[in-house]
């Protein structure tokens, strides 16, 4: 085991490890951190930490000191910095003619280089715009595209749940997600009922596919044929939260709704046999998030 400290570079971003100093640590603290890019600014979310040796990413980068006043006034100068620098970074772009949308920048703590994210439906060749940032901004410049997930994820927004996008405020990685987990809870596949702003699969389907999953198992096919304690008939609904299963029952001249629990019916567990064949929809789309401090 490794003592480290935990630290993330923004709200929602991934967790990194440190080296910890001398100095005692407390949790949302501000703190000096050296990195692959020179130094930056971090905030502290865990103070002091045993982790496995072969979770860390070597070589182990150091926590240099205590963010002071000073270095808190110069992160937050170069907040106040963005939205111009973002609005003259997609001037020069349309002056250029690129087809991008500048969606972020990120300028770094010593002051030296700034880094542009912007999205585009094509690659773009983005030589002499570098060039024309480099002569406005005097400095390093830096510029990437990302994907629509990440789009999302820099930019931020309300999800359809009401709630802030997962992958913006409380995600530190993307996961993996399919049409299946979506089969599993019994939700509706219509693409703008389980679609996030990105329009790709919302992230949340993978929160509890553990227990829908097994619980999936239980429940018998819509369609199918079940035996009831009322006699035999066809399934017309399932709700997987409630653990019932709605079966229509023809009896002579009347046909009847009611709900029961999976354990009250006979019929046919198939278990994963069910989808074992799978199909193209069921293919996990794997997302893969940049390496930002975003």
């Known amino acids: 085991m490794v003592k480290v400290v935990g630290c993330k570079f923004k709200n929602g971003g991934k967790l990194y490890y440190f080296a910890p100093g001398k100095e005692k640590y407390e949790k949302d603290m501000g703190v000096i951190v050296e990195t692959a890019k020179g130094k930056e600014y971090a905030t502290v979310v865990l103070p002091g930490a045993e982790v496995e040796e072969e979770k860390i990413v070597q070589p182990l980068m150091p926590v240099l000191r205590i963010a002071t006043d000073k270095d808190r006034e110069q992160i937050k100068r170069n907040e106040e910095r963005r939205p111009e620098a973002m609005k003259i970074a997609q001037q020069k772009a349309d002056a250029r003619g690129l087809q991008m949308k500048v969606i972020g920048c990120e300028f770094a703590f010593e002051g030296n280089k700034v880094a542009f994210f912007f999205s585009a439906e094509n690659r773009v060749d983005f030589r002499e715009l570098i060039k024309d940032l480099s002569a406005a901004f005097h400095m390093r410049i830096e510029l990437r595209q990302v994907g629509i997930r990440d789009e999302i994820k820099i930019m931020g927004g309300l999800a359809p749940c009401g709630r802030e996008c997962c992958c913006s405020s409380c995600m530190n990685d993307f996961t993996k997600v399919s049409i299946k987990m979506a089969k599993n809870q019994g939700l509706s596949l219509n693409p703008g009922k389980i679609s996030g702003l990105c329009g790709r699969l919302m992230c949340c389907l993978g929160y509890e596919n553990d227990y829908y999953a097994e619980a999936y198992k239980q429940m018998p096919k819509v369609g199918s044929e079940v035996g009831t304690p009322d006699g035999t008939g066809t399934v017309v609904n399932i709700n997987m939260l409630k653990m019932e299963v709605k079966v229509k029952i023809e009896q002579k001249d009347t046909v009847v709704y009611r709900d029961y ?21 069921d293919e996990a789309d794997v997302i893969v998030g940049d390496d930002t401090n975003y």
């Open 261 to 281: 629990k999976p354990g009250d019916l006979k019929f046919k567990r198939t278990g994963n046999n069910r989808d074992e064949k799978g199909s193209k929809e």
